[in-house]
T-cell receptor
Framework: QQPVQSPQAVILREGEDAVINCSSS?????VHWYRQKHGEAPVFLMI?????EQKGHEKISASFNEKKQQSSLYLTASQLSYSGTYFC??????????????FGGGTRVLVKP | EAQVTQNPRYLITVTGKKLTVTCSQN?????MSWYRQDPGLGLRQIYY???????DKGDVPEGYKVSRKEKRNFPLILESPSPNQTSLYFC??????????????FGPGTRLTVL
């Protein structure tokens, strides 16, 4: 079952903050975040692992609440380059083989000048 | 340049005409995967492969076949395409098998239209 992302879309002014949430009905081992610009392939941003280990990219941060089976991506002091669609991909505890991820439906972010 | 390539990038075909979308990576990655992307549904995994001759179904495998005879190539085969397979397809690869440890590198995508 796909994780649920919210909001589905957000419009920001340059410099504003936003939070994108990703919720799963399954116990999670890992959460990946990707960004896709229009007409391009998704690009990796970040991995959050069970136990709190985190890898980051650029100035975007994220948290992973294992008990709530949720992750949040924080866009702080947003830049025009942050525009795009953000996807979370979850790796569940049962299917521990390889890097099998289940992606959410995406959150469209538009940053205006 | 390290990359994942897909061919063709665009394809219009008719119902029932067999087609193959190729995917190749030059990074010596063990893990490869195919996704389809549809509006509002995000990326849904079709098949994945953890190594040569090792493949498994993803979440939406019906109507698709794959093979992994070489480490670098992972073709997606539609033996009898139907209009509901009209979609944007992405191939991705990842360097290791560890659960969730590694980023996936995506190819540029193949836009398929089945009439």
């Amino acid at each position: 079952q796909q994780p649920v992302q919210s909001p589905q879309a957000v419009i920001l002014r340059e410099g504003e903050d936003a939070v994108i949430n990703c919720s799963s009905s399954k116990a999670l081992y890992s959460v990946h975040w990707y960004r896709q610009k229009h007409g391009e392939a998704p690009v990796f941003l970040m991995i959050l692992l069970k136990g709190g280990e985190q890898k980051g990219h650029e100035k975007i941060s994220a948290s992973f609440n294992e008990k709530k089976q949720q992750s949040s991506l924080y866009l702080t002091a947003s830049q025009l380059s942050y525009s795009g669609t953000y996807f979370c991909g979850t790796g569940d505890m049962i299917k521990a083989a390889g890097n099998k991820l289940t992606f959410g439906g995406g959150t469209r972010v538009l940053v205006k000048p | 340049e390290a990359q994942v390539t897909q061919n063709p990038r665009y394809l219009i075909t008719v119902t029932g005409k067999k087609l193959t979308v190729t995917c190749s990576q030059n990074m010596n990655h063990e893990y490869m995967s195919w996704y389809r992307q549809d509006p509002g549904l995000g990326l849904r995994q079709i098949y994945y492969s953890m190594n040569v001759e090792v493949t498994d179904k993803g979440d939406v495998p019906e109507g698709y076949k794959v093979s992994r005879k070489e480490k670098r190539n992972f073709p997606l085969i539609l033996e009898s395409p139907s209009p509901n397979q009209t979609s944007l397809y992405f191939c991705a690869s990842s360097p290791h098998l560890g659960q969730g440890y590694n980023e996936q590198f995506f190819g540029p995508g193949t836009r398929l239209t089945v009439l």
